[in-house]
């Protein structure tokens, strides 16, 4: 089975602080994909990152960096000096070589709250 | 460039009503996706199409179908409406360029349809 955990349901942190949300996924292919999209209070969905099985380099993309273990099955996600702006349901989704027609399995999904 | 794009916004619906959420894409995107999102839930897949002609089943497809006559358009019917099926509905869509090929490119989603059934 294919499932993804995002334990934290809400976070709330003051303005500047730094915030890691946790997901963990299940998978027994060894081909898949991970994703992180952020829904914001308006309710789109925007597309942040998508790393490959093969590549465990971390990335870093301006105050955001996505750290991903395979060991542990995490894709852990970061907000450095977080902002009012970053509030939002953050989801972790993961898409295996198995799911096919490019299907994504999300998980429940974090709130981040950030208070000024 | 309108990305993906869903109608209504919004709806509100008689038990027993039926209705088609409308959901067209301009990105020449072979792959399409309709989830739904209950508060405080992830998104489920309801359907989805590998390309006109084709669709499967997803997660928790009863109450629902889908029919793709265009690599443009994928609608999504709801026949006899539920409470149950009180959500927001997401249409995506992504490019695969099928077998080896990048099969897992990241959804594109549209606005979202909110609709509440009473």
């Known amino acids: 089975a294919q499932k993804v955990t995002q334990a934290q349901t809400e976070i709330s942190v003051v303005e500047k602080e730094d915030v890691t949300l946790d997901c963990v996924y299940e998978?027994?292919?060894?081909?898949?994909?991970l994703f992180w999209y952020k829904q914001p209070p308006s309710g789109e969905l925007v597309f942040l990152i998508r790393?490959?099985?093969?590549?465990?380099q971390n990335e870093i993309s301006g105050r955001y960096s996505w750290n991903f273990q395979k060991s542990t099955s995490s894709f852990n996600f970061t907000i450095t000096a977080s902002q009012v702006v970053d509030s939002a349901v953050y989801f972790c989704?993961?898409?295996?070589?198995?799911?096919?027609?490019?299907?994504?399995?999300f998980g429940q999904g974090t709130e981040l709250s950030v208070k000024p | 460039n309108a990305g993906v794009t869903q109608t209504p916004k919004f709806r509100i619906l008689k038990i027993g009503q039926s209705m088609t959420l409308q959901c067209t894409q301009d990105?020449?995107?072979?792959?399409m996706y309709w989830y739904r999102q209950d508060p405080g839930m992830g998104l489920k897949l309801i359907y989805y199409?590998?390309?006109?002609?084709?669709?499967d089943k997803g997660e928790v497809p009863n109450g629902y179908n889908v029919s793709r006559s265009t690599t443009e358009d994928f609608p999504l019917r709801l026949e006899l409406a539920a409470p149950s099926q009180t959500s927001v509905y997401f249409c995506?869509?992504?490019?695969?360029?099928?077998?080896?090929?990048?099969?897992?490119?990241?959804?594109?989603f549209g606005n979202g349809t909110r609709l509440t059934v009473t």
């Open positions: 790393r490959n099985s093969f590549d465990e």
């Open positions: 989704a993961l898409s295996a070589e198995r799911n096919q027609g490019g299907k994504l399995i």
């Open positions: 995506a869509s992504s490019y695969s360029k099928g077998g080896a090929g990048d099969y897992n490119s990241p959804l594109h």
């Open positions: 199409s590998v390309g006109a002609g084709i669709t």
């Open positions: 990105m020449n995107h072979n792959y």
């Open positions: 998978t027994r292919d060894t081909t898949y994909y």
